[in-house]
């Protein structure tokens, strides 16, 4: 397969957003050279500088908000090298010499987090809102129900009109025609990034690449009458999210190859084979989020390189160039003339740093003499994800931090437990908790290793317990600061938003009234749903589908002003909303009519939803447990030939057994605990207390057998 | 980068930390692992096919280079070495927590197998101090026991706590092996033949030790440290999230000096240098590492680091050749070296950005500011440490008080500290009501050992989002949980220890100033103190010629009633396994019924065996710890005395010898 290697590391520049490292073409060369040499340029926001390759700022920009993106533009038909780059409301245009030559004011309220330039059309996105420009004159104008990740518009040129995309936070992708929706496009994951494939969207133009940020990828056809999906890419591996995707021949195979960048640090080159399904053709993993990706042929001429920004500004190239190592003469390894002039700049401005930063601390340290100053710190960087995992329905916070992180302090007010990363090398310690007095669920402290700048943790919650997740994070910077980060761990928090759900099944109705208006109750329900956008939707009603991602169970939302309809096929989802909902409402002193309808299949509905994966789960443990014991047999009489095969058959799997069984860790015990949940809940609403029972449901499943646990459901 | 030479799948479990490498004909090198199910595995890859399978020893079936020992017992610790002055191969020692075995594998035969009251947790086998023969060294629950190739115990003593690694190693560079011994009260012991030349507090259980050269050794801890001593002076010492199973030295870049190479529990292998404790080289196994050892398995002269995996994976690594220059690893250098530097200069900016943006804030900040955590720049963070005697609601603890002066609030505090709490930090993180500018922290430390307290103090706003971090660092004296207040009623302590010593009084008075925790200082060495832990009292006298008396009446009660030896031993599993045998197809299923009986009788015999076991090895336990306090009471020779004569009477039986030992010192008289 293909081989690279870490070639060059381009100096450190500071923070940089997604999507603003680019190559620009090369002009005025032989067409015939099959390498071209590209000038890469990437733009700091954090310096407000924008850089090229081996870091010789172009132009600064003036200081003021980040830039968001950064695109290349042009006329159509012409080399795209016109700079056009977006911060705050702003969008500002600079030729490749770093000359300005547009400012345009967007005069949206919020700032601009997606862009895409094409000839004289200008399309950028707020968070909720789409505009199009011709020459900067207002075009078109969309109001998204979720928030827009990123935009792209067909290439004018092949297709004959313009239609744009936005990538929506609600798993859409959202086809406009003018100010009109056209269509939906439903994909797997909320989408975070779109790129057209072989940067012209294939033969017919149409043809769209995106990467969601639960990490999956697809690629699908955008045609007139609708999408048609070419393939989709599960996140088998569990990497991170896409951030940036380009597509380049870096095989050198005629047929161009993608390009991903994720935010773990996960470099990945696709290939596509005959039938053009993508296959992993080579992968490299970097430590912090990979901004933005690029092919092309920079550090050395007649080899090209994928090139990559990651969120502390460091730009690393993978080259295809064979790698030797030169050894000298002496003991150490000889470096060429090109790094040693490198490192010697580099110490040189070192030294002048640290002469200044020697006065700074000084007069640092003179000001804690003085009555009237005050110390003020100027607030960090932090980049943090906190999402849902489908696979194991538990949470994985990432935090990410332009230093090296020193310390952290987890702290909840709810009770969750906090997971092992594999990845994480921090040394953790979990401190007594003082529940009673200080409300604290959780304290546990990380301490990093050195050069830990990306911190991953993964949490397990509880549906019913909600609260707030607290991060403070320590940067080793003097002076030293810390920073607090909330997460909110929401009633329902193992559910998911989806696009459609089966009617068929037996549902459970939650129905209320009352003096609320639409903005209240669509507070409530984001108060107790993820990825429920905070605005308001548009019109009078909504509706939202939800799936539970531990069991499978499904929710509909419905509400409108006055009045809300809740629909779940599990009995306790419908009785965590009861109770949160009304409490809510209590809070806010309004009248609450709450009326329920609760089917009575539902319930076994549900138990039998479980049966296969409790089963599964206890067949899992039950061989696991026999393992060592078989392993032992199999040593004492020398071989397995003599056990049964079914025996047999779990020593060959053994391996694989174990590694299911590590990778859900106390399954079987979320699921005990939401089968009592489930027989607790169903006799709540009959207005009976059966926590007496428990220990006989428990007994029932320490014998699990469906028929059983049915019975005794019904009977009890 | 440095690949391994050999790899090699044996298809059999090893049990961590138990593996060896011997020479059992004098040529051959063997691999040695204990395994499950009470065996313990040889490969001998070099003379196939040539062994006669009689005694113990029986070939295994799925792989003919191996031979299957069986103990019967579950293996506690085992080692290979030369015991016999007159023996051409070496000695297999097996432990188990009942007996040792002395094995001689060439010949097939049991050279000696011994009953060992206190277990056998960690084996050392070599020359101790001036005892001529080699001894095969065994640590069990606080006590140490070695024997000669006879079986004869040359050489017994006590130590503080159940021991879990032993290393040989010449200490005090006098030319005669120390005893190093690594307990689970936390202690690293140095014993001279039977004398405790000095010791060393670390703050977890010390699970393993190895002779680096000279008088440097690496130990491993419990909680994942890993790190290396010269004599008493820490080197370097390095912590991870994963536990260190097996350590060795041994010199992997062939620069003359050793290095540490440590095999983890998630599987990965490095050796760190054993002057800085940077990485020089790691790799990676599927499954925790069982033990790490050394030879020329190989058979071509050259010795190999050979490590091993629970799963049975075995790699052996050739030290680096001369071409690769100390680089073991396949990242380049200058990539390293400028990320290096670009890093530092990043940080250098960033703090300077800092300062900078700092010089242009301004005093009276308005509201919007407030988030940032802006506080007056003259704040300092007061920490008092004092002690307070239990209550009713709280157990008696120290007090550390940490405030700011201002209106500034403490949003929460990080202690740091090792040995002392439950994982190596505390965390105190007040409600948003609770919320002030002040935070009291209690604190137990279990033991008295002085402790540095590293405090992190967040300090900002009540609703700010960043806030100051300040760094502080306090030291708890060791002995803080003794309480100057004493009660008038409480019962004057009964036993005293007096001693002399040639140092003013003012000397004495300044030690108990820096070594209690005293509200104010102290000006006379006569002073009584209640124990905060126990609650008796501890008295220091000192007479103006330099005598110091000090009463203590924490005694140690000792619980004489010696568990009786339970007669639970039966030959029940040959029973069962005649019934099994003997039945004929009539009577089966009759006899499995036996069986079943019988078994469930021989598992309710076994569980009050195991009781009256584990009652008895705790009994032996504080037995052996009394012997030792009793022995610490006395210096020198007197208390080599103590220990020798409270042996000699436990193992006559006479328990009334062992009060009067320990109250006289003597058996005599």
């Known amino acids: 397969n293909l081989l690279m290697v870490m070639s060059s590391l381009f100096s450190q520049v500071g923070v940089t957003s997604q999507k603003t490292m680019k190559l620009l073409p090369t002009v005025g060369r032989k067409a015939t050279q099959k390498y071209q040499q590209n000038e890469t340029i ?18 600064k920009s003036l200081p003021g908000q980040k830039i968001s993106r950064l695109e290349l533009g042009g006329a159509l038909g012409t080399p795209q090298e016109k700079i056009f780059v977006s911060s705050g409301s702003e969008v500002r245009g600079y030729t490749k010499k770093g000359k300005q030559f547009l400012t345009f004011e967007a005069n949206l309220t919020e700032s601009i987090n997606a862009m895409h330039v094409s000839g004289a059309d200008l399309f950028v996105c707020a968070s909720y809102i789409y505009n199009h420009y011709c020459d900067c004159k207002d075009q078109d104008y969309f109001l998204s129900g979720d928030k827009i990740n990123d935009v792209l518009c067909l290439p004018v040129e092949t297709v004959g009109r313009i239609v744009p995309i936005l990538a929506c936070q609600d798993r859409v992708l959202r086809v406009l025609q003018g100010s009109d929706l056209q269509y939906d496009v439903e994909v797997p994951g909320p989408p975070t990034v779109l790129e057209l494939l072989n940067r012209d969207g294939g033969k017919g133009g149409e043809e769209v690449l995106y990467g969601t940020a639960d990490g999956k990828l697809g690629l699908v056809q955008i045609t007139k009458s609708g999408p048609i ?24 195979d005629g047929v161009k190859d993608i390009l991903v960048g994720r935010d773990d640090g996960t470099v990945e080159v696709y290939g596509l084979d005959s039938s053009n399904e993508p296959t992993l053709r080579f992968e490299n993993v970097l430590s912090e989020s990979v901004t933005s990706i690029q092919g092309g042929c920079v550090g050395k001429e007649m080899y090209d390189e994928v090139l990559a920004t990651t969120y502390t500004g460091w730009v690393s190239g993978l080259t295809t160039e064979p790698q030797q190592m030169v050894a000298g003469p002496g003991d150490e390894i000889k470096m060429s003339r090109e790094t040693q002039g490198k490192v ?81 090398s921090a040394v953790v310690s979990f401190s007594e ?82 003096q609320f208006s639409f903005a209240e109750i669509h507070s409530w329900v984001v108060f107790c749903l993820p990825e429920v956008p905070e605005k308001t939707p548009a019109g009078d009603s909504i509706t939202f589908y939800f799936q539970n991602t531990f069991l499978g169970t499904q929710l509909e939302a419905t509400y409108c002003k006055g009045e809300a309809n809740f629909k779940s096929d599990n009995i306790s989802t419908i009785s965590i909303l009861k109770d949160v909902l009304s409490k809510e409402a209590t809070k806010r002193k309004i009248n609450l009519n709450t009326s329920y309808e609760v089917n009575e299949d539902s319930v076994s509905h549900t138990l039998r939803m479980i049966h296969p994966k409790l089963e599964y789960q206890l067949i899992l443990a039950k061989k696991v447990q026999l393992i060592d014991a078989l392993k032992e047999l199999q040593v004492h009489e020398g071989n397995a030939d003599f056990l049964i095969p079914e025996y047999r058959s779990i020593l060959d799997e053994s391996a694989q057994l174990l590694e299911e069984y590590k990778k859900q860790p106390a399954h079987l015990e979320r699921l005990y605990g939401m089968i009592t949940d489930l027989f607790i809940d169903k006799f709540k609403f009959k207005g009976q207390n059966v926590k007496t029972k428990v220990s006989q449901l428990l007994a029932i499943l320490n014998n699990y057998e469906l028929d059983s646990l049915m019975e005794f459901f019904s009977e009890a | 980068m440095l690949v391994p030479i050999f790899t090699l ?29 009470g065996k313990v595995f040889i490969h001998n890859p070099h003379t196939r096919g040539q062994r006669p399978a009689a005694h113990r020893l029986s070939q295994s079936t799925q792989d003919s280079d191996i031979s299957l020992l069986n103990i019967n017992q579950a293996v506690s610790c085992l080692t290979a070495g030369t015991l016999g002055p007159n023996t051409t191969g070496h000695t297999l020692l097996v432990g188990s927590q009942t007996n040792l075995l002395a094995y001689d594998v060439h010949d097939n035969t049991d050279i000696f197998y011994k ?37 004869n115990d040359q050489f017994w003593t006590v130590t503080g706590d159940n021991v879990r690694s032993l290393v040989l190693c010449d200490f005090t560079a006098d030319g005669k092996n120390e005893l190093l011994v690594g307990s689970e009260d936390f202690d690293i012991r140095v014993f001279r033949e039977d004398e405790l030349v000095t010791e060393m507090a670390e703050n977890e259980t010390v699970t393993s030790l190895c002779h680096m050269h000279g008088s440097r050794f690496g130990y491993a801890l419990a909680n994942g440290t890993v790190g290396v001593y010269d004599r008493t002076a820490r080197y370097w010492r390095i912590k991870s999230k994963n536990h260190a199973m097996s350590i060795h030295a041994f010199d992997l870049n062939a620069d003359g000096v050793v290095e540490l190479i440590t095999g983890w529990s998630n599987g990965k292998i490095d050796a760190r240098s054993d002057r800085t404790g940077e990485v020089i080289f790691k790799d990676n196994f599927s499954s925790s590492v069982a033990g790490v050892v050394e030879g020329d398995y190989r058979m071509d002269g050259q010795i190999q680091l050979i490590c091993s995996s629970v799963e049975g994976e075995v790699r ?215 124990t905060l832990r126990a609650g ?88 052996n710890q009394a012997i030792q306090r009793a022995g610490r009471l006395r210096v020198g020779k007197p208390k080599t005395q103590v220990i020798t004569a409270c042996r000699d009477a436990i193992k006559n039986n006479n328990i009334n010898a062992l009060f009067k030992i320990m109250r006289a010192g003597t058996a005599s008289s």
């Not at chain 1, 989709?232 to 995707?245: A, F, S, Y």
């Not at chain 2, 396949?330 to 940080?347: C, G, H, P, T, Y």
């Open chain 2, 115 to 151: 009953e060992v009251t206190d277990g056998a947790n960690a084996i050392v086998l070599g020359k101790l101090g001036d005892i001529p023969n080699p001894l095969a060294i065994i640590g069990g629950n606080c006590a140490l026991q070695g024997f000669d190739f006879e079986g």
């Open chain 1, 433 to 514: 908790c003082d529940s009673e007095s200080n409300g604290n669920f959780l304290l546990a402290t990380y301490r990093c290793q050195a050069n830990t700048t990306r911190l991953e943790l993964k949490v397990r919650s509880i549906e019913g317990q909600y609260g707030t997740l607290q991060a403070y994070v320590t940067p080793r910077l003097q002076p030293k600061t810390c920073q607090v980060r909330q997460y909110q761990i929401k009633p329902l928090s193992l559910h998911q938003r989806t696009h459609a759900i089966d009617q068929e099944r037996p549902m459970n109705t939650l129905r209320l009234t009352g």
């Open chain 2, 316 to 530: 052996g690594y050739l030290p680096a050749s001369k071409e690769m220059k100390g680089n073991l690893m396949d990242a380049s250098v200058e990539q390293d070296l400028i990320r290096e530097l670009s890093q530092r200069k990043q940080n250098l900016i960033l703090e300077l950005r800092n300062y900078e943006e700092n010089a242009k804030a301004l005093p009276g900040v308005s509201e919007g500011e407030s988030k940032k955590g802006v506080i007056p720049a003259n704040t300092q963070l007061q920490t008092a440490l004092s002690v307070r005697r239990a209550t009713e609601s709280q157990r008696a603890h120290i007090e550390l008080n940490i405030s700011t002066p201002n209106e500034t609030i403490i949003r929460a505090v990080l202690i740091f500290a090792e040995g002392i709490f439950e994982g190596e930090s505390h965390v105190v993180h007040p409600s948003v009501q609770n919320l002030s500018g002040c935070v009291r922290v209690p604190i137990i430390p279990p033991k008295d050992i002085p402790v540095d307290l590293h405090i992190k103090a967040f300090v900002g706003g009540k609703t700010s989002t960043q806030f100051h971090v300040f760094e502080i660092t306090r030291q708890l004296p060791r002995f803080s949980m003794y309480d100057l207040n004493v009660d008038p009623s409480a019962t004057q302590p009964t036993g005293k220890v007096t001693f002399s010593i040639n140092d003013r009084p003012q000397r004495v008075v300044m030690w108990l100033n820096q070594n209690f925790l005293l509200p104010e200082g102290i000006d006379s060495p006569d002073i009584t103190f209640t």
């Open chain 1, 229 to 252: 999906t070419s393939w989709e890419l599960d996140n088998e591996k569990k990497k991170g999210g896409v951030l940036c995707i380009d597509t380049f021949d870096i095989v050198g």
């Open chain 2, 9 to 37: 799948k044996l298809n059999h479990k090893i049990n961590p930390r138990m593996v060896a490498i011997g020479k059992y004909d004098g040529i051959h090198p063997c691999l040695t692992a204990a395994t499950q199910a």
């Open chain 1, 344 to 424: 010697a700049a580099l110490r040189a401005e070192l030294e002048q740093l640290q002469v200044k930063v020697l006065q700074g601390r000084e007069k640092y340290q003179q000001s804690s003499q003085s009555s009237t100053a005050v110390s003020s710190v100027p607030v960090f960087s932090i980049n943090d994800k906190f999402t849902l995992c489908q696979d194991d329905a538990s949470y994985s916070l990432t935090l990410e931090v332009q230093t090296a992180i020193d310390n952290l302090l987890l702290q909840s007010d709810v009770p969750i437990d906090l997971l092992d990363v594999e990845k994480n």
């Open chain 1, 42 to 59: 990437f733009f700091s926001h954090w310096e407000n500088k924008c850089m090229t390759f081996f870091c010789q700022p172009v132009f």
């Open chain 2, 536 to 623: 008796g009292l501890l008295k220091i006298n000192m007479q103006p010629s330099g005598e110091v008396d000090e009463f203590h009446s924490v005694h140690q009660k000792l619980t004489a009633a010696m568990a009786d030896h339970s007669n639970y031993i039966r030959n029940m599993l040959v029973q069962a396994e005649d019934a099994r045998l003997m039945g004929d197809w009539r009577n089966t299923k009759k006899r499995y019924i036996e069986l079943y009986d019988l078994n469930r009788d021989l598992i309710n015999e076994y569980k009050i065996r195991s009781n009256n076991h584990n009652a008895l090895l705790a009994r032996l336990k504080s037995v």
